[in-house]
C-alpha cells in the first residue's frame, strides 16, 4: 500500500512539472537574435530571481556579431542595457560571458575572436556599472556551435557572445 502511495504522489508530481509552461521558447527567442523574450517586462521573467532563466526571460542572454567583428552594435547594446538592468537588481549574481565564432577561420584565429567579442561584452557592461569581478570571460572559438549547419543563417547564429548565471 506504501509503494502505490507513493507512485501516485510521483506521477501527479511528474504531471505537475510537464504541464508548466516553463522555457516555452526561451531558446527560440534567445536564438532569434531579439535578445529577450519578455523584456518588457521589467524583470518579471519566468525562473527563480536571479536564475539563469530569469536573464534568459528578462534580459537575453546573447548578443550578436558581423563576421570577423567584436564590436558591440546597436541592437546588442539593447540587450547588454537590459543585462546590465538585470545585474544591477541582483548585485549577488555573478555570470560567465562566453565569447564564440562559426566555423569558418583557423582554430587559432576563431578563440582569439571570440575572446575578443566575450571582453567587449564585459567591457560594454563593466562601462554601464557592473563591477568587472562579477564577469568571467571565455572564448570557446567555433567549438561550441549554436547552429551546426554549415550556411550564412547557422553562422549568423554562432557569431555571439553568451551571458551564463555562474
Known amino acids: ?81 537590459r543585462q546590465a538592468n538585470w545585474l544591477r537588481q541582483y548585485v549577488q549574481v555573478n555570470v560567465w560571458v562566453a565569447g564564440n565564432c562559426d566555423e569558418r577561420g583557423t582554430e587559432e584565429y576563431n578563440l582569439a575572436l571570440g575572446q575578443r567579442r566575450a571582453n567587449a561584452d564585459r567591457d560594454y557592461l563593466v562601462a554601464h556599472g557592473i563591477a568587472q569581478d562579477r564577469i568571467e570571460t571565455i572564448s570557446y572559438g567555433k567549438s561550441r556551435p549554436i547552429d551546426p549547419a554549415s550556411s550564412p543563417e547557422a553562422w549568423a547564429q554562432n557569431r555571439n557572445a553568451i551571458t551564463s548565471v555562474k
Open 1 to 81: 500500500m506504501k509503494h502505490r502511495t507513493l507512485a501516485c504522489l510521483a506521477g501527479v508530481a511528474l504531471l505537475a512539472a510537464c504541464s508548466s509552461d516553463t522555457g516555452s521558447g526561451s531558446a527560440t527567442t534567445a536564438a532569434s537574435g531579439s535578445g529577450a523574450g519578455a523584456g518588457a517586462s521589467g524583470g518579471a521573467g519566468r525562473g527563480a530571481p536571479g536564475s539563469e532563466e530569469n536573464l534568459v526571460q528578462s534580459a537575453g542572454d546573447r548578443i550578436f556579431f558581423d563576421t570577423d567583428s567584436s564590436k558591440v552594435n546597436a541592437q546588442a547594446q539593447a540587450t547588454l542595457d
